[in-house]
């Protein structure tokens, strides 16, 4: 799916909650819950209801928190998932 994010000076993306999950395919509040178990943080200066999050970072907590639930899961079964590096 094609998000439009905010590009930086640098072409770096940033994304809303929002543009994130959409990114992701998971819904906002995995978002939230990505921020509040450290896994995710927002940018800088953003204001506290338009937090804005760098696209490399949300793809890395996406990973982190795949990572993490497969360790809490309890079960020897392991399914690969293709996630970016």
């Not at 804005?52 to 793809?59: G, L, P």
Request: hydrophobic share 35%; aromatic share 6%; net charge positive.
């Amino acid at each position: 799916m094609l998000v439009s994010a905010h590009l930086s000076p640098d072409g770096e993306q940033f994304l809303t909650r929002k543009q994130a999950a959409e990114q992701m395919g998971v819904h906002p509040d995995t978002i939230t819950t990505w921020v509040r178990n450290g896994y995710l943080t927002a940018l800088d200066g953003c204001p506290p209801r338009r937090q804005m999050y760098a696209r490399s970072d949300v793809e890395h907590a996406e990973k982190l928190a795949y990572e993490a639930a497969l360790r809490t899961s309890g079960s020897g079964k392991r399914v690969e998932r293709n996630l970016a590096a």
